[in-house]
């Protein structure tokens, strides 16, 4: 167990700001962050962070929370795992939690392959670093590729030795289950007999963006032809390879800093471009590029610079990466090698100032990249040339936006010496046959079909009304109002009840406060109970309350309540209303207006409840003391009402 003044001075040391912006690129927004949320493509931020409160919500999934509660939902850390990260980031001092071989067995299936898989990158590093037999094989033939020791320590690389079952018998010694081994793609098991999946190789561990290992690219150290030069581990529970990026856990920070992302093809081109210096780059890892592997890098930068072979095959997969990150709203750029040079020979070869200038002076837009490809041909060949430019055209339709869009127009027309007016129009006959093929598929004869079992949906009024008082209390609690108060009295006569207003000045929470313990209002969900007892207590013992101090006191669904509840007050700063010369009026504004509207509703709801909950008993016994209860609450009914609409 971690102490609990450890798991205090964690979270008082650990910054929510600097630890996401270690995993999405942060821009600044007010008082507040702003960037893509990790949990949903989406090509407009929508995640917000708070430094001052130490919270952070994602308007497109809903989750939010404290630091700790990004790194669980974010990397899939358990409560301790979560705490002994920000320990590690922050140098603090923390006691190890140990687990034994068979609560390795009893721990869920993703936790064990990601114990299997830290277990596994320890024993290949070790291999390689402190044995005699991995620094004869396995250095030398790094060090021949050019691979620096502190490089090799950096990205983690390791050996496995060219036994049969080596790793697996180590594992299985140290308490590992056989099952397990196998889940992690590590251990093959083909109800024979079981060994090592990665033998003879060079491993090289694929890391999440957190940097733990969801599995490994293995390369042959030998140049026997009968086996594949590289292996990779299967897709498991942790490791899907579309959804991953080599190199992004080393490089994020510095695809940050450059704001922009090269991306090159396999493992060592990946590793010389960052010890040349060029240390903003990822690999695909010979996969195709997919949605996910652009989305982890649009978190960090708009900008994507592909480097590819000028083989055919690296041609190839240039073009089809262009048009998807064209349509996830990137600036994309393309940079070709001279024929038989690859980003590995490249940077070997070459010094960092020729590698940047290199880079820099032959990357091109997509425009004059597919252009470049049939420049010979289109030249005299007005079919060629006519192909080149609706290629063209295509991509430019998948740009959303429109002064981009105009802008790679221009470029096209002047570098196909074609009229603007004449891709305007094949522009807009493309979009006028996407828009075709979209109707077509998703149109149907109007007709109408009654539904038996529909059901209308519903607001659950209570709830939203005690969020409402919970929201109030967070963010306004401790303000000072005049509030119209209203007593009600009886006639001289004792035969009309009578309404007397005056004005009184109280905090906000106090009136919150005295209001429900006058109606003996107690809240009907839990989490919302809980957090008004722990607020009401701050607030008469301090007289105001402090977010980051009660945050870590409170569960993952308290905590997320709280920063929903935060981080939505400040939602507009998402869009720059004010620098649209657009003046959001703010709920800050009005708050006396707003508790009193909150409190006349909740009673209104309780009192209507109430009387449904009389008009039963009448029907089932025809009490006529019940009959005089109902029309008392209907009267109060109307009474609060009646104020109700006056404060609306």
Not at 195 to 204: A, G, K, L, Q, S
Not at 312 to 326: E, R, T
Request: charged content about 30%; proline content about 2%; overall charge positive.
């Amino acid at each position: 167990m971690i102490s609990k003044t450890t798991i205090n001075n964690i979270y008082e040391t650990a910054r929510v700001e600097e630890v996401i912006g270690d995993f999405i690129n942060l821009k600044k927004a007010g008082s507040n962050f702003k960037g893509l949320s990790p949990f949903s493509q989406e090509k407009t931020p929508s995640f917000m962070v708070s430094p001052a409160k130490q919270i952070w919500k994602d308007f497109s999934s809903g989750k939010g929370g404290n630091v700790v509660a990004f790194l669980m939902e974010h990397e899939g850390f358990s409560y301790p795992e979560a705490l002994k990260y920000l320990a590690k980031k922050y140098n603090i001092e923390i006691e190890e939690f140990t687990k034994t071989p068979e609560e390795q067995i009893k721990s869920d299936l993703r936790e064990s392959i990601y114990i299997v898989l830290n277990f596994s990158n320890e024993y290949y590093v070790n291999n390689l670093i402190e044995t005699d037999r991995g620094k004869s094989i396995g250095i030398s033939y790094l060090d021949g590729r050019g691979f620096k020791l502190e490089t090799i320590k950096t990205f983690g690389l390791g050996i496995s030795f060219n036994d049969k079952k080596s790793f697996t018998d180590h594992a299985l010694k140290n308490g590992f289950d056989l099952a397990n081994l196998e889940k992690s793609g590590l251990t093959i098991n083909d109800s024979k007999d079981f060994f090592d999946r990665f033998r003879n190789r060079i491993m090289f561990p694929i890391k999440s963006i957190s940097g733990r290992v969801l599995g490994y690219g293995g390369r042959i150290i030998s140049n026997s032809n009968k086996v594949a030069k590289y292996i990779n581990s299967p897709e498991s529970e942790v490791y899907q390879k579309s959804k991953i990026l080599y190199g992004l856990y080393e490089s994020k920070s510095f695809i940050v800093k450059e704001n922009n992302c090269y991306l090159v093809e396999g493992y060592t081109d990946v590793i010389q471009f960052y010890q040349k210096g060029i240390k903003n780059v990822v690999s695909s890892s010979g996969t195709a590029l997919s949605s996910d592997q652009i989305m982890l890098i649009k978190r960090l930068t708009e900008n994507i610079t592909v480097v590819f072979d000028r083989d055919q095959a690296g041609i190839n997969a240039a073009v089809k990466g262009i048009d998807l990150i064209l349509e996830h709203g990137m600036n994309v750029r393309i940079c070709k090698l001279q024929e038989g040079e690859d980003p590995d020979s490249l940077a070997k070869k070459h010094s960092l100032e020729f590698v940047k200038d290199y880079l820099n002076s032959n990357s091109f837009d997509f425009i004059n990249f597919k252009a470049s490809l049939l420049a010979k041909e289109y030249q005299e060949e007005p079919i060629k040339k006519a192909e080149v430019i609706n290629n063209i055209v295509k991509s430019i339709s998948l740009i959303k936006d429109p002064i981009k869009s105009e802008l790679y127009i221009q470029s096209c027309s002047k570098i196909m010496k074609i009229s603007e007016e004449s891709i305007f129009q094949t522009l807009s006959n493309l979009k006028k046959q996407k828009n075709n093929r979209f109707r077509n598929v998703n149109s149907k004869s109007f007709h109408v079909i009654k539904n038996k079992n529909r059901t209308d949906d519903s607001v659950d009024e209570l709830y939203e009304l005690e969020k409402k008082i919970i929201t109030i209390l967070i963010l306004y609690g401790e303000k000072k109002e005049t509030f119209n108060e209203s007593i009600l009295v009886f006639s001289k006569d004792l035969e009309e009840i009578k309404e007397k207003n005056k004005y009184v000045n109280s905090r906000v929470f106090e009136k919150i406060f005295l209001d429900l313990q006058q109606d003996e209002i107690e809240f009907a969900n839990k989490e919302f109970r809980d957090l008004f007892n722990i607020l009401m207590t701050e607030y008469q013992l301090n007289g105001v309350i402090s977010i980051e101090k009660i945050i870590p006191k409170l569960s993952n669904e308290l905590s997320e309540i709280v920063s929903s509840i935060i981080m939505h007050e400040e939602k507009h700063f998402l869009h720059n209303w004010d620098k649209k010369s657009i003046y959001v009026k703010r709920p800050s504004e009005n708050v006396s207006t707003m508790v009193t509207e909150t409190i006349l509703s909740l009673r209104k709801l309780l009192v209507s409840r109430k009387i449904e909950s009389l008009q039963k008993k009448i029907n089932a016994d025809n009490n006529k003391s019940i009959l005089e209860d109902v029309m008392g609450y209907y009267h109060l009914k109307r009474l609060v009402s009646s104020k109700l609409n006056r404060v609306l």
